[in-house]
């Protein structure tokens, strides 16, 4: 199985008129390999899969999985023509994941997981979204699967399974390169504030870490660069909550998207009201771009375990940003919405148990109980 070379993706209909700089990306070398032969694996693909490499893989499935529902829905009502290949490019990835995850498990004697199939998407349910949001919701969606991917690599031992999440990441990062490039290209995106260049490179006073008394500084860039990130992930999330607050059959499930729609509300008006008071730009919102549909067009099941991922996602999220913050008031910010994501996500994580829903991840032995024969 080989994962060196990430396939070659959007090379079905590339816009003719476009400059290399804002429509496509250029592949001066499309033969990725020399990246591995700077670094080679002199490692083997034998062995048992260790808890690292089942417990990522069995992430990539499950994600993907969900992905590919969600893609194929989209691609029921896009007109846009170059937001159409990159749902399909993404479609190709997801799909392909999918397959090559199947493949190891089958060679080790692993059950393939339930997942998602046809049975959690309705492809004849009529449009919840705007052609826009599926770009928003892409690049997205990547930064999740980045997230994964770049953090198995290190914890990663046989060849294969490593080979597999470089592939999966530099392929997802081609991706996220084609979706900028459009946002760029159609103006549907703010990019991240503009500072000064540093006079020269200096040591922080004692007042650094001040946020409610004495000389408060102003946001250095990683601060900014992280209000930016959770601002544009987290409106991205309420336009999608908001659409399956619309379509959600279960009560429960629906009573949980509003609370969650409330909560990322309020966590962007925290975030941007600090850039805004630094006077920085900021994403705008994306709930113009819900339709009114009342169909659902996934299954709860699906929605669900989608919102409890992604908030989730938004934990990992908070992590990065409190550990290169450096002011009082932005890390207590950040711990109150960590505090609040975390109850949500328990909630979640019980509507799925009470429903059955809950697939349960690769387990350690429980010594404890082993029973003797």
């Avoid at 690049?139 to 080979?163: N, Q, V, W």
């Avoid at 990130?229 to 509003?258: H, P, W």
Wanted: hydrophobic share 40%.
């Amino acid at each position: 199985m080989d994962f060196i070379k990430p396939k070659k993706i959007g090379s079905k209909s590339e816009p003719q008129n476009e400059s290399p700089k804002e429509g496509k990306i250029e592949e001066k070398n499309e033969d990725k390999s020399c990246l591995l032969d700077r670094a080679p694996i002199h490692r083997d693909s034998s062995g048992p899969l260790t808890a690292s490499e089942m417990g990522k893989l069995w992430a990539a499935y499950m994600g993907n999985s969900m992905s590919t529902c969600i893609l194929k829905y989209f691609l029921q009502h896009v007109e846009d023509e170059d937001i159409k290949q990159l749902v399909e490019d993404a479609l190709q990835l997801s799909t392909d994941f999918v397959a090559s995850v199947g493949e190891i498990f089958k060679k080790e004697n692993f059950p393939i997981p339930i997942g998602f199939s046809d049975q959690d998407v309705n492809l004849d349910a009529p449009r919840l979204f705007e052609d826009e949001f599926y770009v928003h919701y892409l690049k997205y969606a990547a930064k999740a699967g980045l997230s994964i991917y770049h953090i198995a690599i290190p914890l990663l031992f046989r060849k294969d399974i490593t080979e597999f999440f470089i592939y999966s990441m530099e392929a997802t990062t081609i991706l996220v390169e084609k979706v900028k490039n459009i946002l760029m290209k159609k103006k549907l995106i703010i990019k991240p504030p503009v500072i000064p260049v540093p006079e020269k490179a200096v040591y922080v006073h004692k007042d650094f870490l001040n946020g409610y008394l004495g000389k408060v500084r102003p946001l250095h860039a990683l601060e900014i660069t992280h209000l930016y990130d959770n601002i544009e992930n987290n409106v991205t999330s309420k336009a999608l909550i908001l659409g399956f607050c619309q379509v959600a059959e279960s009560k429960k499930v629906r009573e949980l998207f509003i609370k969650g729609k409330v909560l990322t509300q309020k966590s962007v008006e925290r975030y941007i009201g600090e850039l805004h008071k630094a006077s920085l730009p900021t994403p705008q919102p994306l709930d113009h771009l819900v339709k009114l549909s009342t169909v659902p067009p996934f299954s709860d099941k699906l929605m669900l375990f989608h919102k409890m991922d992604m908030f989730s996602m938004k934990l990992r999220a908070f992590g990065n940003s409190i550990a290169v913050n450096g002011r009082h008031d932005i890390g207590l910010m950040y711990g109150k919405s960590l505090m609040d994501i975390s109850i949500f996500v328990e909630e979640a994580a019980r509507i799925m148990l009470d429903n059955g829903w809950f697939e349960q991840p690769p387990l350690a032995v429980d010594r404890e109980h082993l029973k003797t024969e």
